[in-house]
């Protein structure tokens, strides 16, 4: 470092400069900022792009991983990416009919994999009596170890647009689950962690509109920001 430092100054001295040291440090600085930013994104670039995946049935020592809006779009092609590596399925959704048929198509796909069905419907008043369906149907199921919480709705229209049932559909189908998924799940994913020494992990599924301040998804978009800073904490 000191050598560079002299060399620096040297060049710096030939090149007629006054406050030789000061440009030097700026230079000094300089290089440690494009080196250190150029470093971080190689590590980026190669975690993303280039470095294999983890064997995540070998880490998490398989198990039940539980879905929420698992019939459709995000939530179906995350619990068919946990099939295909053999864990285990707890898909919940609003329709049975539906969940049965990615049941069925599971199992011609994936074989001997185990796969349960929780029919509820998050779009209801957040009250202990209206959740206890719910949480009387996980507490039947052991051996969960990953929590994937994906359900959410996007609504695209500006504030003065929305009626208030939808504004209350999507404070409730975006925090409500979100929120209580985590309290109901993690004493048993605590338990398995502890005590059997298995990792757990629980996901919850924001999106790139919790950045943008877009006022045809403010309410949508605040509703992500809460998912974000609470997995945060
Ligand atoms: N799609 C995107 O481009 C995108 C981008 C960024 C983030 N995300 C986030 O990713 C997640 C999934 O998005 P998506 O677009 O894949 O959603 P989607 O296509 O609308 O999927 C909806 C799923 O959720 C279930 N569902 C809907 N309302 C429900 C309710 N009230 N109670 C229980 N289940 C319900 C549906 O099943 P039933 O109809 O059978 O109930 C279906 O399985 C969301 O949190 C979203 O914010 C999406």
Redesign the pocket.
Known sequence: MEDIHKTLKHSLESLGQKHTHLMAAFCLYGAYTVGSTALSWSWRLFKTFLRPGRNLFKRYQGGYVLV??????????YARQFADKGFNLVL????QE??DGVKRKFKEEFGDIDIKLIV?????PYTAEGYQPLKDALDQIEDISVLL??????KADYFKELDFGMIK?IL???LV?QTIMPKFLLPKLLERSKEQGKRTVIIN?????HYARRKCSSV?SAT?CL?RLFQMC
């Open positions: 929420t809006g698992a019939t459709f779009g995000l939530g179906l092609e919940v959704a609003r329709n539906k969940l509820f419907n998050f779009d209801k919480n994906n359900v959410g709705v996007f559909t409730q189908v975006n689950p599924i924001s999106s790139v509109i949508c992500k998912v």
